[in-house]
């Protein structure tokens, strides 16, 4: 998995895992708001999963 380098808001995450899922990453993103109104740890999450995975090879598209 890497972090999206066309699908990015803040870091890319979202996108990412819309391109790893092929989900549309707005839907990932709707999701990933809901999800973090529930108390727990989701912003760590998030902020670990920008730190810890690597952003896209420039050039590089899977299908």
């Known amino acids: 998995m890497y972090r ?5 808001i803040i870091a890319g995450v979202c996108g990412g ?15 990933w708001l809901l999800l973090s109104l529930i108390p727990g ?3 760590v999450v998030y902020v670990a999963m920008w730190i810890l995975v690597p952003q896209e090879p420039k050039g590089y598209r899977t299908a």
Do not use: F
């Open 4 to 8: 999206s380098r066309e699908h990015r």
């Open 17 to 31: 895992l819309a391109d790893k899922m092929g989900l549309p990453p707005t839907l990932v993103r709707i999701l």
């Open 41 to 43: 740890p989701l912003w």
